[in-house]
T-cell receptor, first 116, second 112 residues
Framework: GAVVSQHPSWVICKSGTSVKIECRSL??????MFWYRQFPKQSLMLMAT?????????EQGVEKDKFLINHASLTLSTLTVTSAHPEDSSFYICSARGQVNTGELFFGEGSRLTVL | QKEVEQDPGPLSVPEGAIVSLNCTYS??????FMWYRQYSRKGPELLMY????GNKEDGRFTAQVDKSSKYISLFIRDSQPSDSATYLCAMKGTVATNKLIFGTGTLLAVQP
């Protein structure tokens, strides 16, 4: 199956700083990437949809100025959590869809953010 | 009411048992149903992908969809300790739809 890689897998930062998480499709070109957030014992919640070369589409209730998404190439999307606060601590997971839309999504391994 | 309901468990079974995992949903527009396995602190891995009602089998895994009851199941035969993980159901309305609606996941522990 297709491989999606996320980096870093675990990051700890101080309150007020910004953190960037990368999501890469390693063996396919991802026209569309998705960013999810997962709190403990809760389901994955879609935050935004990112299309290569265009602005991301955010889900209702997700602050676009706080969660900056850049999809600059067909293999890389980044999520920047700006001015992070402890309530932003969560597991962030990206997924990607290939250029041929079979409906199947491939997930990265996730990035655990802890804001002190 | 949540769109997708899933018992969070934990579900503990002995090795070799048949495991039954279930989700119910409320949106009759859902047509595509998926089961993902998620190991601790890892991303979800797609196990089964089905369309509409019916059964689909892949090795020890069988996915079952009953759209009339809005109920989906995943059966694991001859369960192994390596099957211990959280199992998430997910669903959507059309193949082109980006947004998957996930259940909360069921934590499964297979005891050796």
């Amino acid at each position: 199956g297709a491989v999606v890689s996320q980096h870093p897998s675990w990051v700890i930062c101080k309150s007020g700083t910004s953190v960037k998480i990368e999501c890469r499709s390693l063996d396919f070109q991802a026209t569309t990437m998705f960013w999810y957030r997962q709190f403990p014992k809760q389901s994955l919640m879609l935050m935004a949809t990112s299309n290569e070369g265009s602005k991301a589409t955010y889900e209702q209730g997700v602050e676009k100025d706080k969660f900056l998404i850049n999809h600059a190439s067909l293999t890389l999307s980044t999520l920047t959590v700006t001015s992070a606060h402890p309530e932003d601590s969560s597991f962030y997971i990206c997924s990607a869809r290939g250029q041929v839309n079979t409906g199947e999504l491939f997930f990265g391994e996730g990035s655990r953010l802890t804001v002190l | 009411q949540k769109e997708v309901e899933q018992d969070p468990g934990p579900l503990s079974v002995p090795e070799g048992a048949i495991v039954s995992l279930n989700c119910t949903y409320s949106n009759s527009a859902f047509q595509y149903f998926m089961w993902y396995r998620q190991y601790s602190r890892k991303g979800p891995e797609l196990l089964m992908y089905t369309y509409s009602s019916g059964n689909k089998e892949d090795g020890r895994f069988t996915a079952q969809v009953d759209k009339s009851s809005k109920y989906i199941s995943l059966f694991i035969r001859d369960s192994q300790p390596s099957d211990s993980a959280t199992y998430l159901c997910a669903m959507k309305g059309t193949v082109a739809t980006n947004k998957l609606i996930f259940g909360t996941g069921t934590l499964l522990a297979v005891q050796p």
